[in-house]
């Protein structure tokens, strides 16, 4: 009779160990199917929410030919821009580090720095205006600012520019190549060429693949980092193709930004160039494609380091205190907007 009730509670045993087997890949399936539901439903959001970069920022004003992104380039990169031959457009605007010099202001022709931090070139064409203020409507009107302006580039006029430029063989037959009615090298033409240049500067990256189509363009921790981007309140700000650069808005809803950035002067931002009152420390939202270069951050090159500007970002505006992990969380999604300039376009 012992020897029966042993085998009965073997067989139990064995049983027992069994279903439980069984439960738990039950459970694993559960929480995998789980989690593959909340990614289609991010990525059905993140596809309404943002959008693929085009291969070019085309201007029906300004056609992009080949010829004319031939010219803009020189130009780009031409240091006779410059009152001394010193400085070129790459000067500030370094293709090789993302389109910005990495300083918090730019050295100009004759030493001095800049009032505000260079932005980056990089899919600039694609913006709703030029400049921190946006007080210019496109990379066109933008490229002839700089070379005139007395703390950059530092030529004394239009007339200056163009008569050094007239006494290269080269420019003199690649403009009239360009543009062929006369005169064909002119200011305004020279600010067309770079203009098309400029629009060709579009760094697409993983990111733009995933939103494509591609689920798996992004890895699980990539798009967790998305998810806390969108929960974060970021989107309200940085949607769109380029996660930015569409609209205007106070840097401070929730408090000074001086008190966060620490920054030594108090910029009136778009205020001086409208006077509007309702302007004061508003700026044109930076897009955040490769964001993770283009250190130092925000308007005055105040924060060198990405996961303050983040902290900072999410408590002026959103009046949210991220904590350390939601803040990586966030920049192992940002990393994944980081492109590269094609290497026909760098010097």
Known sequence: MKKVLIYVFV????????????????????????KADAFRELNAKARQMFGVLPKVAENPDNPVTDEKVALGKKLYFDKRLS???????????????FGVDNQPF???????????NSPTTLNAALHIAQFWDGREPDVEAQAGGPILNPVEMAMPSEKAVIDRLSKIDEYVTMFAKVFPEKPS?????????????????????????????????????EKKGLQTFINAGCTACHSGNLLGGNTYQKFGIFGNYWDFTKSKK?????????????????????????????????????????AQAVKIMAKTQSNKDLTDEEV???IDFLKTLTGEVPASLKE
């Open 185 to 221: 090298l002119t200011y305004e033409n020279l600010k067309k060429a770079i203009g098309a240049f400029e629009r060709k500067l579009i760094t697409p990256s993983k990111f733009d693949d995933y939103i494509a189509g591609n689920d798996d363009a992004l890895n699980d921790k």
């Open 328 to 330: 990586n969380q966030i």
């Open 266 to 306: 108090v910029d009136n931002g778009r205020f001086d160039v409208t006077k509007n009152e309702a302007d004061k420390y508003v700026f044109k939202v930076p897009s955040l494609r490769n964001i993770e270069k283009t250190a130092p951050y925000f308007h005055d090159g105040s924060v060198q380091d990405l």
């Open 106 to 116: 730019s050295k100009g022709n004759d030493g001095k720095l800049g009032g505000r």
């Open 11 to 34: 067989i139990a045993i064995f049983i027992g160990c069994g279903n439980d087997n069984q439960k738990e890949p039950n459970a694993t399936q559960s929480n995998v199917e789980k």
């Open 83 to 97: 009152k001394d031959n010193v400085q070129s457009c790459n000067t500030c605007h370094n293709l090789n580090t």
